[in-house]
T-cell receptor, first 113, second 109 residues
Framework: KAGVTQTPRYLIKTRGQQVTLSCSPI?????VSWYQQTPGQGLQFLFE???????NKGNFPGRFSGRQFSNSRSEMNVSTLELGDSALYLC????????????FGSGTRLTVV | AQRVTQPEKLLSVFKGAPVELKCNYS??????LFWYVQYSRQRLQLLLR??SRESIKGFTADLNKGETSFHLKKPFAQEEDSAMYYC???????????FGTGTLLAVQP
């Protein structure tokens, strides 16, 4: 069965632009979480969605937003990009409403220039 | 705030030597703890979780509540074990994983 799919794999954007990243979870998985991975800060939680509702949000500015669709696919958006937003953005999906049985995608590498 | 600490950025061992990757957590209750591994150019993968008490690829990890530790161990390292290892704690209130900064394990031939 297909794993967690993230598109695009690589992205280069200019400061001030906005970007949308996509995540398709494993079929049947209803929980989707997003993490930012940087060399300096490591892996940090962005937000988590379940059944189209954002249940939890990490400590990131409002420029970071997301949503989940009825088919459980999720998108995250970053507006007014800053150089510091350059990172690997990871999506993870889980079957249930609780628990941490997450499967991670390969990530989207965002570079802001 | 809950925190996961991995004190070593790099651990270099020779093939066949024992490995211990250290992890300490800060949660005072009954934590859910995990080890994730990221091989070069591959996605982050769950290696093991403490509630399952299983051994994956020869690795084991024991929860020590007194020392708030969850160290990852393997008696005989293999070259294919070279990877980045992350310890993580599950926060049940927010459904998020709190990751340590990771330890790069380099197994020399």
């Amino acid at each position: 069965k297909a794993g967690v799919t993230q598109t695009p794999r690589y992205l280069i954007k200019t400061r001030g632009q906005q970007v949308t990243l996509s995540c398709s979870p494993i079929s049947g998985h209803r929980s989707v979480s997003w993490y930012q991975q940087t060399p300096g800060q490591g892996l940090q939680f962005l937000f988590e969605y379940f059944s189209e509702t954002q249940r939890n949000k990490g400590n990131f500015p409002g420029r970071f937003s997301g949503r989940q669709f009825s088919n459980s696919r999720s998108e995250m958006n970053v507006s007014t990009l800053e150089l510091g937003d350059s990172a690997l953005y990871l999506c993870a999906s889980s079957l249930g409403a609780t628990g941490f049985g997450y499967t991670f995608g390969s990530g989207t590498r965002l570079t802001v220039v | 705030a809950q925190r996961v600490t991995q004190p070593e950025k790099l651990l270099s061992v020779f093939k066949g030597a024992p490995v211990e990757l250290k992890c300490n957590y800060s949660y005072s209750g009954s934590p859910e703890l995990f080890w994730y591994v990221q091989y070069s150019r591959q996605r982050l993968q769950l290696l093991l979780r403490h509630i399952s008490r299983e051994s994956i690829k020869g690795f084991t990890a024991d929860l020590n509540k007194g020392e708030t530790s969850f160290h990852l161990k393997k008696p005989f390292a293999q070259e294919e074990d070279s990877a980045m290892y992350y310890c993580a704690q599950g926060d049940g209130a927010t459904n998020k994983l709190i990751f340590g900064t990771g330890t790069l394990l380099a197994v020399q031939p």
